[in-house]
């Protein structure tokens, strides 16, 4: 069934149709909300109640944008409430740290590499987390998200030069707090 169809009955009060689009949205607006908080239940429940906004707003949906760039909005809104009531702190779940055994070199070596490879991982998201709001959606929803111009456009209801050029900013501060980090690695500071 098409989404505009799906959308008109769930207006109409169909639970099926409403299922349905949970079904089809639900991956993309938990692995969002993942990519804000960092934990699997702390995502889980914001979808949850994303979908309940979501479904208690769907009357005053009127279809001047798409379905899924509307429901992008109510994430976006959503999230950026839940972290600022939360004093945007960080959360690690017990079920995203790795169990290693260290029973041959071999797995010690590739323990170590993946404690490396999260510690920059961590290093990355401290200083995105650290740029201004209006960067942090941007990068998020561009480079995490993997959202086109187009969509971060609609969704946060900004001109794509807007998008681009706060991207392109955004991009340059976290290369720039990157840089010294990378450079005593004896990296490059490309990134793209």
């Known amino acids: 069934m098409e989404e505009k169809q799906l ?10 149709a409403f299922e349905e689009l949970v079904r089809k949205f639900q991956p993309k607006v938990f692995s969002m909300a993942l990519s804000f908080t960092r934990n699997r239940e702390a995502a889980d429940d914001l979808a949850q109640e ?3 906004k979501a479904y208690l707003a769907l009357p005053r949906f009127h279809g001047k944008a798409e379905f899924g760039t509307w429901l992008y909005r109510v994430s976006v809104n959503h999230i950026k409430d839940y972290l600022r009531k939360k ?3 960080k959360e690690i779940s017990l079920d995203d740290v790795p169990e290693v055994s260290f029973s041959d070199r071999e797995q010690a070596e590739r323990a170590e ?3 490396e490879t999260e510690s920059r ?3 990355v998201r401290k200083f995105v987390e650290s740029l201004p709001e209006k960067y942090r959606v941007i990068l998020t929803l561009r480079d995490v998200q993997g959202l086109a111009y187009e969509e971060i456009s609609r969704i946060l ?3 794509p030069g807007t998008v681009d050029s706060r991207l392109h900013r955004a991009r340059r501060m976290l290369r720039a707090k990157l840089a010294p980090y990378l450079a005593a690695e004896g990296g490059t500071y490309e990134l793209s």
């Open 7 to 16: 959308v008109r009955l769930a207006q109409e009060g169909s639970p099926e």
């Open 50 to 52: 994303i979908f309940l």
């Open 87 to 89: 004093g945007r702190a």
């Open 113 to 115: 590499q993946e404690r």
């Open 121 to 123: 991982r961590t290093l």
């Open 157 to 159: 209801r900004l001109s």
